[in-house]
């Protein structure tokens, strides 16, 4: 069965940083576009960042441009999110997601999903 598994989050105070690795298992995610979304509590779930599968298509929200760097190792299944001077507004539960193409990622149309990981920026 295919899972997408987070690792990464945490407390951090505000104008720090943090990485976020999500890494695929069950199947092999070659040629799926991966991504993050985020939900913040009472809030929906938001587009963060996407990458294509030859890591040559990225897009990333306006909310998080310039702070945030989304990158893919294809060998090991991972998709990384790199995210720095984080902000008291960007705490939300971040999700690793996977899909055929990067606009299914960003779109909310992922195939995969994975269980979340809690980041909170402390100001």
């Known amino acids: 069965q295919a899972q997408l598994v987070e690792s990464g989050g945490g407390l951090v105070q505000a104008g720090g940083s943090l990485r976020l690795s999500c890494t695929g298992s069950?199947?092999?995610?070659?040629?799926?576009?991966m991504g993050w979304f985020r939900q913040a509590s009472g809030q929906e779930r938001t587009f963060v960042a996407g990458?294509?599968?030859?890591?040559?298509?990225?897009k990333i929200a306006d909310s998080v441009i310039g702070r945030f760097t989304i990158s893919r190792d294809t060998y090991k299944n991972t998709v990384y999110l790199q995210m720095d001077n984080l902000k008291p507004e960007d705490t939300a539960v971040y999700y690793c997601?996977?899909?055929?193409?990067?606009?299914?990622?960003?779109?909310?149309?992922?195939?995969?999903w994975g269980q979340g990981t809690q980041v909170t920026v402390s100001s």
């Open positions: 990458v294509t599968w030859s890591g040559d298509g990225i």
């Open positions: 997601i996977a899909g055929s193409s990067l606009a299914a990622v960003t779109g909310s149309q992922a195939t995969y």
């Open positions: 069950g199947r092999t995610f070659d040629y799926l576009a």
